[in-house]
């Protein structure tokens, strides 16, 4: 086998890097496709507001004309500044189980970090910590969510082959949901409501939730800055998600909780799970593909939860427990019985403890790799 590295210069190679793992997991039962367009969206520089700070590179690995690997390079600036670590990410990490292939990927990602004067490459990693990020290093035979990398059992055998080690880890747990709200939580909630003078929102339609977008980000912003790689949004970053899911939501799936004063203080994100329905369609909304959306939005028994966030200043006050009354009466009402947790950061007991009253299985693991450059 012969293999050449070529960079990706334009849209058609663009369109073919993006291409490959829906060829590399067909029919494979636990991969989820990611949405085509979303891939296009952030990988384009005219779409994707994060390379005012970033800049990217991505190759592909041929033999032949065929596809048989790909990887992108970040150079996010910001991260750089804010963490002072001269560090190059990579990502869109996906190669045969061949090791020429995966050792010339990252090589060429490698010399980029040489000739940048940088002193290490870590991933897999995005743009932003809303993309995708950390390799499945346990729970192969688990199903995949639309939030999370999925990858064959042989890819963190390549990486360790490579020289490459463990720099942090995500854990993630399959959560069962009881008929009725756990009585500890159940008091915890009205306690906290009543003690800090603090409501439900209620809303019908996604988009009443859009005055509040702004604060939602700026919490997301104010929680989650002192953890891994996490990197401020800019302005045109939270419009652009704005833009993108906001109208897409179902609001019952997002409680809101504001103070008294009609501020938000906390939030969560869940969704029925699209991985189903992502498999049948293959990734693609059009033309027909938002129909098994829909249906998968309508009637599901399944949900996956995104993000959860606290105003500092009501941390560990049990205001959590709100969120996930809350969230526990709709998945009831929804007939919703297991929800995927999403990646946790290992080292986020805080996070984890929330689920101390539930029945529940530590089922995956996800792992950002390092390696240190010498010189």
Known sequence: MTIRIEEVLNRSDLKRFIGFPYDLYKNHPYWVPPIRVDELNTLRS???????????????????????????????????????????????FDFIDALAVSSMLLQTVETWASELELDAVHGPLGFTDLDYEGMLVEGFDELGTMAALYNYPYYPEHMKQHGYGKDIDWIEFEVQVPENTPEKVAQIARIVEKKSKLHLLKVKKAKELLPYAYELFEILDEVYSHLYGVVPLTEKQVNVYIQQYFGFINPEFVPVILDSNGRMVAFGITMPSLSKALQNNRGRIWPFGFLTILQAMRKNNRADLYLVGVRHALQNKGVNAMLIAEMNRVFVKKGIRVVETNPELETNNQVQSQWKYYERRQHKRRRVFIKHLDG
């Open 46 to 92: 005219d779409k994707n507001p994060a390379y005012e700070h970033c800049d990217a590179r991505f190759w592909l690995a041929l033999n032949d004309k065929k596809v048989v690997g790909r990887i992108a390079a970040i150079l996010n600036h910001k991260a750089i500044d804010k963490w002072e670590k001269k560090q190059l990410r990579f990502g869109w």
